[in-house]
């Protein structure tokens, strides 16, 4: 049994809004013990996890690692290219010859939309979505908001734009269901060619005018071209998307209040962000960061317990 209503965490769109704030409350705890001296407790002591990576990630993987080690689990960490996949095997022969070894939870990030909501029909272990494909970024979701939290004093009534490549984005979905789950209102911006049809079925406001949103909203999500997803061309060029939808100082001083940068990572600097408001007292990017082992440690918690 998990202390929260789901068995795995799979996407923000399955949990409750009293399982996110029991995340919240448990990352705040932990955000205690990770600035002690001793960093870690024994709560998952002879809890096995196996972080299996089938893409690439940076900050998602050591921040799993790290929150792992800090709740004292034993960790196995596999990457697709270094390992069998590579030979044919497939994602259920794979995940199942791990299991066999006694592990007890899977923290699996996957290029395939789906792939961890797959897994978790087919094998005993509890799954953790640490990203699959273009469909959801659960525990990003989960750490952005907890930072709007962090800095705002909550994230209620608060309004949140998410800007730029709407249409590839697993960390724009997670943001909009959790952000609306704590009653933010949510829009997103970009150029039209890059936000999904449709996407006011989900409650979101759409501006294409990157001025408009600023004026709008308390929070603003930088998000990266994922020029890695993109099969065709969305836009003219890099340049001319920075000019319509990247963000420097001259904005942000044109506004008549200060709003609060974030972006997932990793940045492209000079193309969605300019450095100097990356590295601001406005920006909170390296916030989200530190706040995302604490919100590790908090789901894994939470579902081992
Ligand atoms: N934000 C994020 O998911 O970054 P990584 O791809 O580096 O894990």
């Known amino acids: 049994m998990s202390q929260l209503s789901t068995r795995h965490l799979l996407g923000i769109k399955d949990i409750s809004e009293g399982d996110i704030h029991a995340i919240f409350e448990q990352a705040d705890n932990f955000k205690t013990v990770i600035n002690r001296p001793i960093k870690r407790v024994p709560s998952l002591r002879d809890i096995t996890v196996a972080n299996l990576f089938f893409e690439n990630s940076t900050r998602t993987r050591?921040?799993?690692?790290?929150?792992?080690?800090?709740?004292?689990?034993?960790?196995?960490?596999?990457?697709?290219?270094?390992?069998?996949?590579?030979?044919?095997?497939?994602?259920?022969?794979?995940?199942?010859?791990?299991?066999?070894?006694?592990?007890?939870?899977?923290?699996?990030?996957?290029?395939?939309?789906?792939?961890?909501?797959?897994?978790?029909?087919?094998?005993?272990?509890?799954?953790?979505?640490?990203?699959?494909?273009?469909?959801?970024?659960?525990?990003?979701?989960?750490?952005?908001?907890?930072?709007?939290?962090?800095?705002?004093?909550?994230?209620?009534?608060?309004?949140?734009?998410?800007?730029?490549?709407?249409?590839?984005?697993?960390?724009?979905?997670?943001?909009?269901?959790?952000?609306?789950?704590?009653?933010?209102?949510?829009?997103?911006?970009?150029?039209?060619?890059?936000?999904?049809?449709?996407?006011?079925?989900?409650?979101?406001?759409?501006?294409?005018n990157l001025m408009k949103a600023l004026h709008w909203c308390d929070v603003a999500n930088m998000l990266r071209i994922q020029l890695e997803r993109q099969d065709i061309r969305y836009f003219p060029s890099l340049r001319e998307y920075s000019l319509m939808y990247g963000i420097n100082r001259r904005i942000l001083d044109s506004l008549d209040k200060e709003i609060v940068i974030m972006h997932p990572g990793p940045i492209?600097?000079?193309?969605?962000?300019?450095?100097?408001?990356a590295d601001s007292p406005q920006s909170i990017i390296l916030n989200q960061v530190e706040n995302g082992v604490a919100i590790r440690m908090a789901v894994l918690y939470l579902l081992a317990a």
Do not use: W
């Open 62 to 208: 050591v921040s799993f690692e790290l929150a792992e080690k800090r709740l004292s689990a034993d960790i196995v960490n596999f990457s697709a290219s270094s390992s069998s996949v590579s030979k044919g095997e497939t994602l259920i022969d794979t995940v199942n010859n791990i299991l066999s070894m006694k592990v007890d939870m899977v923290v699996m990030r996957h290029p395939a939309p789906g792939a961890c909501i797959f897994l978790a029909k087919h094998i005993q272990a509890q799954i953790i979505n640490a990203g699959d494909g273009t469909h959801e970024h659960p525990t990003q979701g989960l750490l952005d908001a907890y930072s709007i939290r962090e800095r705002l004093g909550t994230v209620e009534g608060k309004k949140v734009v998410i800007v730029g490549d709407i249409m590839h984005s697993r960390v724009a979905l997670s943001n909009i269901f959790c952000l609306q789950k704590l009653g933010a209102e949510v829009m997103v911006c970009g150029p039209a060619t890059l936000i999904p049809k449709h996407i006011e079925s989900l409650g979101v406001q759409v501006e294409t």
């Open 268 to 277: 492209n600097r000079g193309v969605e962000i300019t450095t100097d408001v």
